[in-house]
């Protein structure tokens, strides 16, 4: 099974790049997804409210991400150390997390291949799951106008930029750039060139 990073900035289109792999037969492996599981084992919950208190938790005693997001992506000096401490906390869990649902595909060869969809890809070291890694290539302005519908401001944007691996080394990192400042179809034709040549009918030994 062939593992494949999805790196760009932040509403680049990697999420509409992983869908389009996936809907050619690769397995998702969410980063996001398995970053939420891991905010609601009961360790995580304890150490965030130790961490940064009551405050942070919703009415069911779970961790807030938006409350948290808050904190850690503040305009402030403190929130690096608060960031730290967050990917401290979770990183290491959610890389056990990925290696379990990497072997347990592995196990059943049920897919060609798998798409690994993490904003942190780069950053936490996950890349090292990877056998290929794609760059969805989004001009800035483009980017910016999907943000802000998503409610984000540009200040938001370049916060959450800086928590992340620079485009330069996403773009280094990268063994094929993929442009996405046309049409969805075009980013389709781009996905779907490259599963035809990287990952149809690959199956591990």
């Not at 389009?20 to 996001?32: E, F, M, P, S, T």
């Not at 690096?80 to 990183?91: K, S």
């Not at 969809?117 to 794609?134: E, S, Y």
């Not at 400042?181 to 990287?198: M, T």
């Amino acid at each position: 099974m062939k593992i494949i990073g999805i790196v760009g900035g932040v509403a680049s289109g990697k999420s509409r790049a992983t869908e389009y792999l996936r809907q050619l037969g690769a397995a998702v492996l969410d980063g996001d997804r398995v970053g939420h599981e891991v905010l609601r084992e009961p360790a995580v919950v304890a150490a965030a409210r130790a961490r940064w208190g009551t405050a942070i938790l919703d009415a069911d005693g779970q961790i807030d991400r938006s409350k948290l997001a808050k904190i850690v992506f503040a305009p402030t000096k403190e929130a690096a150390a608060e960031l730290q401490f967050l990917e401290d906390l979770t990183h290491p869990r959610i890389r056990a997390r990925l290696a379990d649902e990497v072997a347990s595909l592995e196990a059943k060869r049920i897919v060609p291949a798998a798409v690994l969809d993490a904003p942190v890809l780069l950053k936490a070291g996950w890349n090292d799951f990877c056998d290929m890694i794609l760059f969805i290539d989004t001009p800035e302005k483009l980017r910016l106008q999907r943000a802000a519908a998503r409610g984000w401001s540009p200040q938001e944007v370049q916060r959450r930029e800086a928590a992340q691996a620079t485009l330069q080394e996403k773009r280094q990192a990268a063994d094929l750039v993929l442009d996405n400042s046309g049409s969805p179809a075009e980013l389709y034709q781009q996905i779907h060139d490259f599963w035809d040549s990287h990952c149809q009918g690959f199956m591990a030994n």
